[in-house]
Every structure is written in C-alpha cells, then in structure tokens.
C-alpha cells in the first residue's frame, strides 16, 4: 500500500533517522543527496556541473544539473509515496533509483513547513509549491527557454513544528559534501556558491584527509572502476575501493562502505578485507604473521559497490543487512577477497619501494 503525506505527518518517526531518541533534520539533506549522487552513475542522469547547496536562513536549496525529473510527473510524484521496496526484474535499476530519490522528498515535503520543485526537463519546465505537504501553487507545464539545459531545484525549511527550533550547522553540511565527495569521484559539490569539494582519488584523499598520525610509506590506493557505468551490459558496474596505510599508533581503524552506504558497525565486507589482507600479505612475503599483529597500526578505507541494492534501505535495517548471511552480503565478501587476492600483488610488484617499506613496517611487528 502506498503511503500518503498524513501518515507520514501522523507518524514522521517512522520516516526519519533519530540519533538518541531526537530526530535530526540532516536526515531531510541528506536523504535527497543520497540518491542524486546515485543517480549520477547513470549517463542519462550523469551530472553537467557540480551539485550545489546552499544554506539561508532556515531553508536549503540544491541544484542538480541534469535531465531526470519529467515535468507533468511533478505533482504527483511529490504528493504521495510509492509504494514497494523489491525492485520489478523487468524495471531499470535508473528507473528504480529516481522512484526512491521521490518517494524520499515526499517525507522530505512532509515534513518541511514550505518545499519548493522545479525541473527543466526534456524541453519542459514546471514548478511546484507545497505548505506542509499541501500544494499551494503549480506552474504547470510549460516550454523550457530556448537553450535552457536541464536541471532539477530543491528547496525546503524544516517544519519547526515537528523539528523544534534548529539552525543549519555549515560544518556538518560541509562534512556530509566531503563523504560524498570521497565516493562519487565524478562528481563536485558547492556549498553557499564559495566553497567547492571535489576529490578526484576517492579513498585516498579520505586517508590523506583524515589520518592524524603521519603514514609509514605511501597510502596504497587500488580500485577497479567498481560504480561506473559499464556500456555493454548497460548497468553499474560491481567492484571494490580500497586504500590503507600504516600508521606509529596502536589497533586498527577502518572507514567502510556498501553501495554508497558508510558501514560505522563494520560488517561481512570488512571482515572479509580483514581476513584476506593478511592472507595475501603473509603468501606475499612469504611470512607467518599474526593477523592482529599485521593489522596493528593498520588505517584502511574500503568501498564496494554493488548495483543499486541499498537505495531503499533505511540506516537502522543496514545494519543489519551488511552482518547477514544473504547472497548481497556474500556476493561483496567474494568481490571483497578476490580484489584484495589478485590486485594487493600486482601494485606491490609495480611500485618495489612502497613494497620494500611495506615488508620493513610488517617485519617490525
């Protein structure tokens, strides 16, 4: 059954991320950013320009510059919910994805006192207002201006009735476009017109960002174009990121993900990075370390990506899903090992330095 603007009013706990026990209006940006920088892997929906934010007052706005809202859609799209969660075997994952990015600015619309769409699509142009999730003035559809290219605008302010008094904090807008950055390589966020994030080597830059011990030899970056478009089979392709170093300090750190989703609790990707890298290492080098002793001052950054699966799961049900022992969690344990199996040894045979202080750092374990 699909789900309407006043249940998501009557009950918005059910729609909206709480973090002990108090809802977080980030949740609203953070829900519509999700999906457009999915969205972007697709070429139909790629993005001509960087995706920008802005912050004024109580109200944020984002700008997608791409074709992928068609305008006589609008209203209804943005006054009720679709209903399901499985994806149809017959329906394009891109199709699937943007139903999923409208049904969340539908709780994004519920839940905001003023909410703002307008799309240039395909040569037509609308615009939509709504108050409280009520509609209060449409453009219709029109004709684009002539050379106008396509885009999608979103603005909304936060129901205070619901939220309570709040203010948006630009550093932790900020943070949430550095996380983005650090996934969707292709892709640059602006945030208030001044400030623009772009990270062209993924998790690398991640490391380089975040380390706060100084590495023991180069960051080792590997990936095999996991989250592009793959033409001939007309998907997203299925693949794994990873980038790690070691550090002069003590355990392990990890900062994982699983289809664009930040995996804080770990889960069977992560282990399974665990297990094979110390795996690979010690038939590399031809040693019998422990892997607790391996790993020791390990700080390492993991993606995998796997189609579009996660797009309709809420945090809370993820992280359940990343532990289980389902064909989705085992298929990115697999991706995980093999890439760890066949790429660790051929970038530590191309670079004999970083591979020389490597087996240095390992044996001082």
Not at 58 to 68: D, G, L, Q, W
Not at 146 to 159: C, K, Q, V, W
Not at 244 to 251: A, K, L, V
Not at 265 to 285: F, I, S
Request: a neutral charge.
């Amino acid at each position: 059954m699909a789900t309407t603007i006043d249940d998501i009013q009557l009950h918005p706990q059910m729609y909206v991320r709480k973090l002990n026990g108090e809802a977080l209006h980030n949740d609203l940006l953070k829900r519509v950013l999700d999906k457009i920088a999915a969205l972007n892997c697709y070429p139909m929906a790629r993005s001509n320009g960087a995706v920008e934010v802005k912050l004024e007052d109580k109200t944020v706005e984002i700008r997608y510059h791409a074709s992928i809202m068609h305008c006589n859609r609008m209203e209804l799209d943005f006054t009720r919910v679709m209903s399901g969660g499985m994806r149809p075997s017959n329906r394009p994952p891109y199709v699937d994805l943007l139903g999923y990015l409208l049904e969340h600015l539908v709780t994004v619309n519920a839940l905001s006192s003023r909410f703002v769409a307008e799309s240039i699509a395909w040569g037509k142009t609308r615009k939509v207002v709504f108050e409280k999730g009520r509609l209060v003035a449409d453009t219709g559809e029109m004709d684009a201006p002539a050379g106008a290219t396509g885009f999608m605008r979103i603005a909304f302010r936060p129901d205070e009735a619901f939220w309570g008094e709040y203010a948006w904090r630009e550093d932790v807008v900020e943070a949430m476009l550095r996380e983005y950055t650090y996934l969707y390589t292709e892709l640059a966020f602006t945030l208030n017109g001044d400030r623009r994030y772009e990270a062209p080597q993924g998790l690398q830059d991640l490391l380089a960002d975040r380390l706060t011990a100084e590495p023991l030899y180069h960051i080792i970056h590997l990936r095999d174009g996991g989250g592009s478009w793959d033409d001939e089979n007309e998907c997203v392709k299925d693949g794994v990121e990873l980038a790690f170093t070691h550090c002069n300090q003590r355990g392990e750190q990890y900062y994982s993900y699983l289809s664009g989703r930040c995996t804080p609790q770990g889960g069977r990707h992560q282990d399974a990075l665990r297990r094979e890298m110390v795996r690979t290492l010690n038939a590399y080098y031809g040693i019998k370390r422990r892997g607790d002793r391996l790993r020791n001052g390990l700080v390492a950054a993991l993606s995998v990506h796997i189609d579009s699966y996660s797009v309709g799961e809420e945090q809370e049900v993820w992280n359940k899903i990343v532990k289980s022992k389902d064909n989705f969690t085992l298929k990115a344990e697999r991706l995980v090992c093999n890439f760890v199996r066949a790429e660790l040894p051929r970038y530590l045979r191309q670079h004999p330095d970083t591979a020389e202080r490597l087996r240095t750092v390992i044996n001082g374990k």
